[in-house]
């Protein structure tokens, strides 16, 4: 069982930065592939970014690439997403998801993930 919290968000004018932060439960994360999702009200909740269990991999959303930059710090069993030049459109609650994976799994889609934080809202107003 893994359990997920995220931080760091907030509202920030267009063309700020914000950094989002998840920190995982449990002694094992480094096994966990990690994806950033966001919602916004009566849309499907949409892929951001993928970071493999070992960090080699990455791959962003054509919306963000560029502009955000997922990591992760397996001794602090952390995620970041990193979001600079933030737009309005950019607005919406941001979920850190994971799933034990073995190496080569990209996970791009919700339903491939097995655990969920709660989210953080990131509003960035024009």
């Known amino acids: 069982q893994v359990q997920l919290v995220e931080s760091g968000g907030g509202l920030v004018q267009a063309g700020g930065s914000l950094t989002l932060s998840c920190v995982a439960s449990?002694?094992?994360?480094?096994?966990?592939?990690m994806g950033w999702f966001r919602q916004v009200p009566g849309k499907e909740r949409e892929f951001v970014a993928f970071?493999?269990?070992?960090?080699?991999?990455?791959y962003y959303a054509d919306s963000v690439k560029g502009r955000f930059t997922i990591s992760r710090d397996n001794a602090k069993n952390t995620g970041y997403l990193q979001m600079n030049s933030l737009k309005p459109e950019d607005t919406a609650v941001y979920y850190c998801?994971?799933?034990?994976?073995?190496?080569?799994?990209?996970?791009?889609?919700?339903?491939?993930?097995?655990?969920w934080g709660l989210g953080t809202q990131v509003t960035v107003s024009s």
């Open positions: 998801a994971a799933k034990r994976s073995d190496m080569g799994w990209v996970g791009t889609r919700p339903n491939q993930y097995d655990y």
């Open positions: 449990g002694r094992t994360f480094s096994s966990y592939g």
């Open positions: 970071i493999s269990a070992s960090a080699r991999s990455t």
